[in-house]
């Protein structure tokens, strides 16, 4: 018989692959998943993660472990839709990953930058995690006196002008407001 074959079917072999056999190469992620790329040369692109997570409820938690409830009122989302806003540390991200079934996770990004102090009242954040800062806008001088021009102006129409045009329209159909 043929030894070459012998060897590929020897006991040994087949024990330690059942165990679990790890195939060379490949590069392992945090959280113990290995990766194994199609080409060699394969490099990750750079990468850095967000500061923020938007964390909505989609599940209810009826029926649910009372473990699974209790992390839920420490993220403060007490009901469907509710949306609450964690830190990206590794602690939080044990917590979500705990009911990550009842939960939506949405990266946080800042399109046009972080905002400040002055700037918080004017932050929107989208579905979709983007955190828009519309930052407070200061009127050109250019602006400014081109307002003043307009409103000194002599020609200007103002609202008791209008107004008063508009009642002799009015009044007056057929002639449109002008005597002949």
């Known amino acids: 018989m ?3 074959i012998l060897k590929v079917f020897s006991p040994l072999t ?4 059942s165990k679990g056999y ?3 190469g490949g590069t392992r992620y945090p959280g113990g998943i ?3 790329p199609r080409d060699p040369n394969h490099q990750d692109p750079e990468y850095t993660p967000t500061k923020l997570f938007r964390v ?3 599940k209810t938690t009826k029926f649910r472990p009372w473990w699974e409830k209790k992390v839920l009122e420490q993220l403060k989302l007490n009901a469907l839709n509710q949306v609450a806003i964690v830190k990206n540390v590794p602690e939080m991200n044990a917590r979500l990953w705990r009911v990550k ?3 939506k996770v949405t990266p946080i990004t800042f399109p046009y930058g972080e905002p400040t102090a002055e700037d918080i009242k004017h932050t929107v954040l989208r579905e979709n995690g983007q955190c828009i800062v519309t930052k407070t806008l200061k009127p050109q001088e250019e602006q400014i006196t081109a307002l003043e021009q307009f409103d000194k102006d002599p ?3 103002d609202s008791h002008t209008i107004k008063r045009d508009a009642r002799l329209k009015w009044n007056n159909a057929y ?3 002008y005597l002949n």
């Open 2 to 4: 043929n030894r070459s």
């Open 14 to 17: 087949t024990i330690f692959r």
């Open 22 to 24: 790890k195939h060379p």
């Open 34 to 36: 290995m990766y194994y």
């Open 56 to 58: 909505e409820q989609i």
């Open 101 to 103: 079934h009842l939960i």
């Open 155 to 157: 020609k200007k129409m």
């Open 175 to 177: 002639t449109g407001g």
